[in-house]
C-alpha cells in the first residue's frame, strides 16, 4: 500500500515528499516539531500537541501556515490514506524557503509537512520490562520549552545510550538535578512514596503525556509534586519512569550502574501506566 506524506499542500509519496536546499529548517534548525502517538485510528491529545504547537511558533515568530481547523482535516486525511491504525503522527513546521541569512526573512510562506507510521506500540517489551537509562550532562539551550527541530544534543544523548545498552540519557543540570530525557520527561517515585517530576520551565519541553498522567493521577487521588529532584535522588528513589507520546509511560528499572529498588517496575508506575493505557485504549474504543 502506498504511504503518503504531505508535503506544502500536496499529498505525495512519502519517499518522493522533498523540500527545498534552501529551506531554514534544513540550514538553521529554524523551525518547530510535534510528534503525536495514533491508537485506533486517532490522534492521542490531538488538541495538547496542537496548543504546543502554536506556542512553539509563538515563540519563534512563525506564522501558522494554515489554520488549526485545516490542519486537523490534514492530519485526519493523511492517517486515513495511510491506513493507520496504531502509530504516530509527526507534524514539522519551518519558517520556509529563503536565500541564506541569519536573520529570519520577511514575507516567505512556512514550509508545513506532515508524515506518519505504523508502530505497534502497546506491545513493546519495554513498557512491561523496563528500560536502562544512563545520566548525562545537559547541554542544551536556555528554551528547551520550545519543541524545535534543532536535537543534535539529544541526538548526541540519545546515542550514548545506545551505546552504553540504555534506552533513554537523562540529562543533568549544572546543579546536579535532572532535567529530561532527551526525547522525554522523567519522573520518580522517592522512598518517603512522593510522586516527582520537574516544574515546567524553560528547562524542560512541557509534555503532552505528562499534562495527561498529572490529570489521571488527579482523577485517581494521586498528588504529583512538581520538583526537580537530583540524580542521587533518581538512583535511590523507589521507583523511576519516563513519559513520551512514543514511550507511554515506560518504567526505568536502572540508572548508570545503580538498579532502581529491585530492577522491576514498580507498583505505582504499573498503575499509572495501566490507567495512561485504559485511557487510549477508551479512544480506540471511540474510533
Ligand atoms: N519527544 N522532552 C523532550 C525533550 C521530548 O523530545 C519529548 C517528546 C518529551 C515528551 O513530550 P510528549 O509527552 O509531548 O511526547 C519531553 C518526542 C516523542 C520526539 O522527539 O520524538
Known amino acids: 500500500m502506498a504511504r503518503y506524506a504531505y508535503v506544502d499542500g500536496r499529498y505525495v509519496p512519502h519517499c518522493e515528499g522533498v523540500v527545498g536546499i534552501e529551506d531554514r529548517g534544513f540550514q538553521f534548525a529554524d523551525g518547530i516539531y510535534e510528534v503525536a502517538s495514533i491508537i485506533g485510528g486517532a490522534m492521542v491529545d490531538g488538541p495538547g500537541h496542537l496548543d ?8 519563534l515568530d512563525i506564522a501558522p501556515p494554515v489554520s488549526r481547523r485545516v490542519l486537523e482535516l490534514i492530519m485526519r486525511e493523511l492517517i486515513a490514506r495511510n491506513a493507520v491504525v496504531d502509530g504516530f503522527l509527526y507534524l514539522q513546521i519551518t519558517r520556509g524557503v529563503a536565500p541564506r541569512d541569519h536573520k529570519y526573512p520577511t514575507g516567505i510562506r512556512p514550509t508545513l509537512v506532515l508524515s506518519t507510521k505504523r508502530v505497534d506500540f502497546l506491545n513493546q517489551a519495554k513498557l512491561a520490562e523496563g528500560v536502562k537509562a544512563i545520566t548525562i550532562p545537559d547541554i542544551r539551550w536556555a528554551r ?3 519543541k524545535t527541530i534543532s536535537l543534535l544534543p539529544n541526538c548526541m544523548g540519545k546515542t ?5 545498552g540504555a534506552y533513554e540519557a537523562l540529562q ?3 546543579a546536579g538535578y535532572i532535567t529530561e530525557g532527551t526525547s522525554s520527561n522523567a519522573w520518580i517515585v522517592t522512598q518517603d512514596n512522593r510522586l516527582l517530576t520537574r516544574a515546567l520551565s524553560s528547562d524542560i519541553l512541557r509534555g503532552v503525556t505528562r499534562d495527561r498522567l498529572i490529570g489521571i493521577a488527579a482523577e485517581e487521588g494521586i498528588a504529583v509534586v512538581e520538583e ?3 540524580v542521587e535522588a533518581a538512583k535511590a528513589a523507589r521507583e523511576a519512569f519516563v513519559t513520551s507520546a512514543t514511550s507511554f509511560l515506560t518504567p526505568v528499572v536502572q540508572i548508570d550502574d545503580r538498579v532502581i529498588a529491585d530492577g522491576a517496575p514498580g507498583p505505582l508506575s504499573r498503575r499509572l501506566q495501566g490507567w495512561y493505557l485504559d485511557y487510549c485504549a477508551g479512544l480506540r474504543a471511540r474510533a
Not at 504546543?52 to 515563540?59: C, P, T
Not at 550514548?160 to 552504553?164: D, F, G, T, V
Open 52 to 59: 504546543r504547537m502554536e506556542r512553539s511558533l509563538a515563540a
Open 144 to 146: 528547551c520549552d520550545i
Open 160 to 164: 550514548r545510550a545506545a551505546a552504553a
Open 172 to 174: 543533568v543540570d549544572a
Open 228 to 230: 526537580a529532584f537530583s
